[in-house]
């Protein structure tokens, strides 16, 4: 007798479950598959699971293809189960193929084929259904950013919109999404929700017409380059009944919430001074280096920066001066933006080209905080005071290279209204970026009028 095993968490079960727990059974006489617990979902970073195991569970049976389900719940379990009970393959879908090549050595290891459309009519009805995610702009960060969907629970990336084909073609084979080269308006029918991660001056033309047609919008940053265009989309959000929301990824980790409590919680008193620095030498010929009109230091990096001053110190600030240096193409290597508020200061200092101490430092009348480079991928920091040996280090960590699936769960819990959580990045906030981006633009074209 030959037989197969597989995994997976099976959370809002869809026909691409479906069709895996088919293909698997029929590469053998006896099929088992693993569910795993919530436990060991938390433990591998997967967020956001809706249903409980049993629901998971009756939904495998249902299906009438496995002759045994059992539990899956700790890390190296797969080892163990094909030892225990003779298995002769072990398949699990595309979206893995590699991730498990370990296992050779026992068994067989098969990836099959995902099932790229799950189709909507197989979907539950009920509030809670596996959303269609899209996906504009198939570069660097749109890769970084699947690589993660598959840890967050209740969202399936179905197609890619690029009006370059050959990038699109390559993207959709290797993530097995339908492409869209053109016809913005069909690639938009047929999804729920939209990453929006296009060059710069794009993104706003593409959020606005993706929230016209009523579907939820993450946007990469910067979402606009005027305050009005800012203003404009989330008013339009807002009535269209969307969520809208702009990916500045450190401000959905768990450890930047933290790091705010502990600076408005009194622990450092009151707070001063927010210096927030982010520097990189780059490739010369990317976008931040060289585009003069989009690209450049506070374009990629500000909005990093303005994250901690405007969480901390708030957008009810007096006034902001804003200063570059400009390299050769016009492009700015160094910018420093200084907030006065009523009760304290605020810098915030983007490099591209220039490396320079990328901390980010919270003032306080009792002491400060400090987090060290790479702060925007927080995991860790330190409260320091006047005597010089008490320090208090917080640990907090998260899961996977780069953070995305928190900026992902925080969109879906947000669209399924399962929690009030506009607090970590409001469109208040937003909106005072794109301020700062409009006067940024305008002193820079300035700049390069006489350069
Ligand atoms: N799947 C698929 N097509 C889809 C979505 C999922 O073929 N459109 C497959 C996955 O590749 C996986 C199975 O369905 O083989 C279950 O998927 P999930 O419930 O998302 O579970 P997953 O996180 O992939 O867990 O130990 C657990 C396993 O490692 C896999």
């Known amino acids: 007798m030959k037989k197969v095993i597989t995994y997976g968490t099976f959370d809002l079960f869809h026909d691409g479950h479906y069709k895996i727990l088919e293909r698997a059974k029929a590469l053998g006489d006896y099929l088992i598959v693993g569910v795993t617990t919530e436990h060991f979902d938390r433990q591998r970073g997967k967020l956001n699971q809706v249903d409980p195991i049993m629901t998971r569970i009756e939904n495998v049976r249902k299906t009438g293809f496995a002759d045994e389900i059992i539990v899956e719940d700790h ?61 504009v702009g198939t570069g660097r960060i749109a890769r970084r950013f699947l690589a993660e969907v598959r840890y967050v629970s209740g969202v399936e990336a179905i197609s890619a919109y690029n009006p370059e084909k050959d990038s699109l073609d390559e993207f959709c084979q290797t993530f097995s999404l339908m492409g869209f080269g053109e016809g913005y308006e069909e690639f938009l029918d047929s999804i729920d929700l939209v990453y929006v991660a296009s060059p710069n001056e794009t993104h706003a033309d593409y959020v606005r017409k993706a929230l016209d047609a009523g579907k939820h919008v993450l946007c990469e940053k910067p979402m606009t380059f005027t305050y009005d265009e800012a203003v404009e989309l989330y008013d339009l959000a807002n009535k269209k ?23 408005c919680d009194g622990t450092i008193g009151d707070i001063c001074d927010i210096e927030a620095c982010f520097t990189r030498i ?106 010089a040996s008490k320090i208090d280090h917080y640990e907090a960590g998260f899961v996977g290279r780069d953070g995305f699936r928190y900026e992902i769960a925080e969109f879906l819990t947000k669209i399924n209204k399962t929690g009030v959580h506009d607090y970590k990045l409001t469109a208040a906030e937003s909106i005072a970026m794109a301020k700062v981006v409009e006067k940024f633009m305008e002193i820079r074209r300035e700049q390069q009028r006489g350069y």
């Open 282 to 387: 780059g490739d010369p010929g990317s976008r931040e280096m060289s585009d003069a009109k989009y690209g450049g230091a506070f374009m990629e990096y500000g909005s990093y920066t303005l994250l901690p001053i405007f969480k901390i110190m708030g957008v009810e600030y007096e006034d902001f001066t804003i200063d570059s240096i400009l390299g050769k193409d016009g492009i700015d290597v160094f910018t420093k933006v200084n907030f006065r508020y009523k009760n304290g200061l605020a810098t915030s200092k983007t490099g591209a080209g220039v490396k320079s101490e990328g901390q980010l430092v919270i003032a306080g009348t009792k002491g400060y905080i400090i987090a060290q480079s790479p702060w925007w991928l927080i995991r860790g920091f330190d409260v320091r005071y006047e005597d």
């Open 241 to 263: 009944d969307v969520v809208l929301m702009e990916g500045i990824r450190a401000a959905y980790l768990p450890g930047f919430q933290q790091l705010l409590t502990v600076a």
């Open 75 to 135: 890390d190296g379990q797969k080892i163990e189960d094909i030892q225990k009970y003779g298995i002769d393959t072990f398949v699990l879908g595309s979206d893995w193929e590699g991730k498990f090549d370990y296992l050779k050595q026992y068994c067989n290891v098969v990836y099959l084929e995902r099932t790229p459309n799950i189709s909507s009519t197989f979907l539950r009805n009920d509030r809670l259904r596996m959303l269609r995610l899209g996906i």
